[in-house]
């Protein structure tokens, strides 16, 4: 049947499906958080993060040793980390983070050789990661409303040092990346940083077994994020002490764990004193001493991420220095 002229139908249903796509288009963009002047519509500003990925290294069957990649971060802007992550491979023991105040070698070397993990005069680690995926973070109140974040700033110099095991019998070809996110520009901050209590008098006899330990001092007022400890493998126990209260301990030297307290009161030492104990056994027929190669020597740390903070500190056989 054919329609009238003018009949206005075809018209009206036009201008109604226009209308309806309009409106369509309207809750879309909407709902994506597109069009502009509306409060709610800007997208959240991207994290704030750098990446550090140390070059492949072929690490032998059987072989044990800890290598440096030197380098300077790429941030452009100072960042207080919230969150630091770590993805080691099989092959890799642990990774130790410094921060130093000049280049130790040209950025982008990787070394096996004349790598401290903590030499006398420091640097100190300012991230500890062990095997796998590991995570650790910085709480978001410090008992004042203020977060609590350790400061990374522009460009800062430093090297990863890792801890490489390789128990098969074939060569392995691995790196180790580590990500550190900060908390959002603006963000009211208590910076933390880390306190390292090294023992390196002692020496363990062939067959036999021997402790170290040592006391410092702590920086009044100090409140501590966490605490932890780090050894080679001829350690059989490690713990944190506060005079005689016991506030840190492990028997897995590999993967010591954490003591942390993510909210005030924090952690604390009521004595003023840190006391550091390292047990060894060692099954070998040579006496062990305290270095930095992995494969022959041994270490004896405690570590401790405190608050607040102007800079990291480092104890040396019972000095603290400066």
Same mark, same amino acid.
Request: aromatic residues 8%.
């Given at each position: 049947m054919s329609r009238p002229t003018g009949w206005?139908? @075809?018209?009206?249903?036009?201008?109604?499906?226009?209308?309806?796509?309009?409106?369509?288009?309207?809750?879309? $963009?909407?709902?994506? %958080?597109?069009?502009? %002047?509306?409060?709610?519509?800007?997208?959240?500003?991207?994290?704030? #993060?750098?990446?550090?990925r140390t070059p492949d290294l072929v690490v032998g069957a059987g072989q044990e040793l800890a290598s440096c990649w030197? !380098?300077?971060?790429?941030?452009a802007q100072d960042l207080d980390v919230r969150t630091f992550t770590s993805r080691l491979p099989a092959a890799a023991v642990s990774v130790a983070m410094m921060l130093t105040p000049d280049d130790v070698q040209a950025p982008g070397t990787q070394?096996? $050789?004349?790598?401290?993990?903590?030499?006398?005069?420091?640097?100190?680690?300012?991230?500890?990661?062990?095997?796998?995926?590991?995570?650790?973070?910085?709480?978001?109140?410090?008992?004042?409303?203020?977060?609590?974040?350790?400061?990374?700033?522009?460009?800062?110099?430093?090297?990863?040092?890792?801890?490489?095991?390789?128990?098969s019998d074939q060569p392995i070809t691995a790196h180790v990346e580590l990500d550190a996110e900060a908390w959002p520009a603006g963000t009211a901050t208590t910076l933390a940083s880390p306190y390292v209590s090294l023992a390196t008098s002692f020496s363990i006899p062939a067959s036999g077994s021997a402790t170290a330990e040592t006391t410092?001092?702590?920086?009044?007022?100090?409140?501590?994020?966490?605490? #932890?400890?780090? #050894?080679?493998?001829?350690?059989?126990?490690?713990?944190?002490?506060?005079?005689? #209260?016991?506030?840190?301990?492990?028997?897995?030297?590999?993967?010591?764990?954490f003591a942390r307290?993510?909210?005030?009161?924090?952690?604390? !030492?009521?004595?003023? @004193?840190?006391?550091?104990r390292c047990e060894y056994l060692n099954t070998t027929g040579s006496t062990v001493q305290p270095g930095d190669d992995p494969a022959s020597d041994e270490l004896c740390a405690g570590i401790g991420w405190y608050f607040p903070a102007t800079?990291?500190?480092?104890?040396?056989d019972g000095t603290l220095l400066p």
């Open positions: 206005p139908g @075809r018209e009206v249903h036009v201008r109604h499906a226009s209308r309806w796509l309009s409106l369509a288009a309207a809750l879309v $963009t909407a709902a994506c %958080g597109g069009g502009s %002047g509306g409060s709610g519509g800007a997208p959240p500003p991207p994290p704030r #993060t750098l990446q550090l030197y !380098f300077r971060t790429p941030n070394s096996t $050789t004349g790598c401290a993990w903590a030499p006398a005069s420091g640097p100190v680690p300012a991230y500890l990661g062990s095997s796998g995926t590991a995570s650790f973070s910085f709480p978001p109140d410090d008992g004042s409303g203020k977060a609590v974040g350790l400061r990374i700033p522009a460009g800062q110099a430093g090297y990863l040092r890792v801890h490489w095991a390789n128990a410092c001092d702590v920086p009044a007022g100090a409140r501590f994020v966490a605490l #932890t400890t780090r #050894t080679y493998r001829h350690a059989v126990a490690t713990s944190i002490a506060d005079d005689a #209260t016991t506030l840190f301990e492990s028997a897995d030297w590999s993967a010591p764990g307290r993510d909210a005030a009161p924090f952690l604390s !030492f009521a004595s003023g @004193r840190l006391t550091t800079r990291a500190r480092l104890c040396h």
